[in-house]
């Protein structure tokens, strides 16, 4: 059934300190939908998942990003994650001291509209998940990540690997439910297990209710996440769409193919 | 004057400890400070003639010290615009029946009788001078534990009393103990005999009431061998627009083997001096531990301290200090290592917003001779924004080579990563902030008992409450 795309991001121009790095992009992208998009270093895919998600650093100068029918450019991040946008981080930054657990239970409740709780002795305004309940669903989502309990006391990505970081932005994405999910080179830095597993993870959670923009250097991580679309980004816009066999076409021909192309075709 | 929010984070200091009592006293003695003023005091407390003797000498050594030139600015106070002794009840009472109506509200607003109930061993609360309540459960009384207001410790305890106040913290030691032993009144007296463990905890809140006042309780704990013990603190004050004192000492002796933790939630209101000295001397094996949060209060200089004198005596400070708009919390500890194989951990965390200055003032000294002493050191400052600052004073004097001794420190400030990572999961930027606040003292707010650790969270984010712009 086909319907209007939950994000639409439409010839979106982004500087960064005043420099320009996106120059003009254009992508939508459905629930149920996987599209990843390639490219080389410093082509822009980074700055892509942080405007999407609203970081104050990333400037738009023109262009517009619209979710679910309506602009976010005027949203704080929050505002937009509550709407149901997710970023899985390349680099997610530690916040000692605050628990694994009491960081997703405080997430949560924000998403389901509760007023700040957090053992703070606060009314809510509504009920927010019941710690058991939480427990309970916490606890499932991160069986599906093969993740040991212990780690839902463990203080927000301090002192994880590599690979606990990942699958922790992963434990995330399942436990809010997001319905359109960016996920910013969640594959690098993960050796060839914690690439399965989070894989799997992604795959489980990636249906009918969740579409995702998988943002990527390498093809290694579609051998086990069949997107179907791929676009090439480079130098700020994306030059190429095609289906998943483009991939393919890419780690055989290296950008600089696809690059070539497009001044063949220019 | 508005009706009790009991719970509720949205509410400022002003409405939920910033309310006072139309002015209720007994007796109020006029203000400023001379013998005559000391003398009254002693006499209204019927005290044997040694203590009035004590007073009046303090008096002088007060009178003759110097204001501290460090720290923070204390020139301002005018110690002849302060009333000294305000009476507030005839006498103590054993049933919040008794106590007066209006007191009786005030602590019901900030939950003690509650809290007495739930989760406390024994009461005192005590209001502007005199303590008006105070409560220990039967069964701790018959084990011999005594808890008492320090003013009928002396009373009904005169020998024991006598023993051991002033050995740990002599008037003579700065001018604000000085001030303080002249003029003291109210605060606690434990007595923890041998082998008695006190598992839940024992508690003091100071209330002030009355405008221009000074408040200068004394506490003296005993904790005998093989005991143990923890007492908690608390403190609020109205908001008035001129400024009140508040100058405590607090002497602690740890026997052999005992241990004793005190627990301080400071949460004066801005216009409160809180300069306060607090020691305790620890035996052989036994353990002292303070936990001292510091939120309330226009300028804080307190340095709970340890005087480690027998072998493998412990010490633990850890501290925390929030300093909002113009407050500054001067907070820290220090560690007398005076015998051998002793030990000792500070843990400081400050956190200054909003042009507030908060800091640590340490002192680590390790005696000739106290061979095989430990001793770590970790300070940790948040800055939350450009106006504000944080210091950090940390003083080593060790004579003795053959000793390990660590200190870090570190300098934050919130990272915009941080607030962007937390705000991408949905949570608004305040509560981010509140967020990465509380993790950061999350290392010492989890000694706290649980009620303790929800009000210093709870405390933490009313501080937050707009605080990212």
């Known amino acids: 059934m086909s319907h209007m795309p939950e994000l639409v991001i439409r010839d979106l121009h982004v500087a960064v300190e005043g420099k320009e790095i996106l120059k003009g992009l254009s992508l939508e992208v459905k629930k149920g939908e996987i599209h990843a998009l390639m490219g080389p270093n410093g082509s822009g895919k980074s700055t892509l998942a942080n405007t999407i998600m609203g970081h104050p650093r990333y400037e738009v100068t023109s262009g517009d990003i619209q979710f679910k029918g309506e602009s976010v450019l005027e949203m704080e991040a929050d505002e937009r994650s509550r709407k149901g946008l997710f970023l899985a981080f390349q680099y997610p930054v530690a916040i000692p001291g605050l628990s694994v657990a009491n960081f997703l239970r405080t997430a949560l409740n924000a998403r389901l509209g509760v007023a700040e709780t957090n053992g703070s002795g606060a009314v809510p305004r509504k009920k927010g998940i019941a710690p058991k309940e939480f427990r309970a669903l916490l606890r499932e989502k991160m069986a599906l990540l093969k993740m040991d309990e212990s780690f839902a006391g463990r203080y927000l990505n301090e002192g994880f690997s590599g690979g606990e970081k990942k699958r922790a932005e992963i434990l995330q994405m399942a436990v809010l439910r997001p319905e359109i999910s960016v996920m910013d080179e969640t594959d690098s830095g993960l050796d060839i297990d914690a690439l399965r597993i989070v894989a799997e993870g992604v795959n489980a959670l990636a249906g009918s209710d969740m579409g995702v923009l998988l943002i990527t250097h390498y093809q290694r991580i579609l051998n086990y996440i069949k997107p179907q679309f791929v676009h090439v980004m480079i130098d700020g816009r994306i030059v190429h769409s095609g289906g998943s066999e483009l991939a393919l076409e890419l780690e055989s021909k290296g950008y600089d193919w696809v690059r070539d192309k497009e001044e063949v075709q220019s | ?469």
């Not at chain 2, 939920?16 to 400023?32: E, I, L, P």
Request: net charge negative; charged share 25%; hydrophobic share 35%.
């Open chain 2, 1 to 469: 004057m508005s009706t009790a929010p009991t719970t509720g984070i949205r509410e400022g200091y002003e409405e939920k400890y910033g309310f006072h009592d139309a002015d209720h006293y007994v007796f109020r003695s006029r203000k400023g400070l001379d013998k005559e003023i000391v003398a009254q005091i002693s006499e209204m407390k019927g005290e044997p003639r040694w203590m009035r003797d004590y007073r009046l000498k303090a008096l002088e050594i007060f009178e003759r010290k110097p204001l501290p030139n460090w720290g923070g600015n204390v020139a301002e106070i005018d110690f002849q615009d302060i009333y000294y002794y305000v009476k507030p009840t005839s006498e103590e009472a054993k049933t919040w029946e008794d106590v007066p109506a209006d007191m009786k509200r005030t602590f019901d607003k900030l939950g003690i009788p509650e809290a007495e109930q739930k989760f406390l061993s024994g009461v005192g609360a005590q209001y502007d001078s005199e303590v008006v309540y105070h409560k220990i459960q039967e069964k701790l009384e018959k084990q011999g534990v005594i808890f008492l207001s320090a003013d009928q410790g002396l009373k009904e305890h005169e020998e024991l009393f006598k023993q051991y106040f002033g050995t740990v913290i002599p008037s003579t030691d700065n001018k604000f103990a000085a001030l303080n032993s002249a003029v003291w009144s109210g605060g606690s007296f434990i007595y923890v005999p041998k082998g008695v463990q006190v598992d839940v905890p024992l508690q003091a809140y100071f209330r002030i009431n009355t405008k221009d006042m000074g408040q200068f309780e004394r506490t003296l704990i005993i904790v005998d061998e093989d005991a143990w013990v923890h007492y908690v603190e608390g403190c609020t004050a109205p908001n008035y627009a001129s400024d009140s004192l508040h100058s405590a000492v607090v002497e602690i002796i740890v026997k052999p083997r005992a241990r004793c933790r005190y627990t301080t939630i400071q949460n004066w209101s801005n216009n409160v001096y809180n300069l306060v000295t607090k020691r305790a001397v620890a035996y052989r094996d036994a353990t002292m531990e303070w936990v001292d949060g510091n939120l309330g209060s226009k300028l804080t200089m307190k340095y709970p301290s340890v005087y480690l004198m027998e072998p493998g005596a412990h010490g633990e400070i850890l501290s925390i200090a929030f300093a909002g708009k113009g407050q500054h919390q001067d907070a820290g500890g220090k560690v007398i290592h005076a015998a051998p194989h002793t030990s000792s951990k500070i843990v400081s965390k400050s956190i200054s917003k909003d042009g507030g200055r908060a800091g640590y003032r340490g002192l680590i000294k390790v005696a000739k001779g106290a061979i095989d002493s430990r001793s770590t050191v970790n300070c940790d400052a948040l800055i939350l924004d450009e106006a504000s600052r944080s210091d950090t004073y940390p003083s080593m004097e060790i004579e003795e080579d053959q000793v390990t001794i660590g200190h870090e420190a570190t300098v934050s400030k919130i990272g915009d990563e941080q607030l962007f990572y937390l705000q991408s999961r949905g949570i608004n930027k305040d509560e981010a902030a509140a967020m990465i606040v509380s993790g950061f003292i999350e290392p010492i707010v989890k000694e706290l008992p649980m009620e303790y650790a929800v009000e210093m969270n709870r405390l933490i984010q009313l501080q937050m409450e707009g605080s990212v712009g």
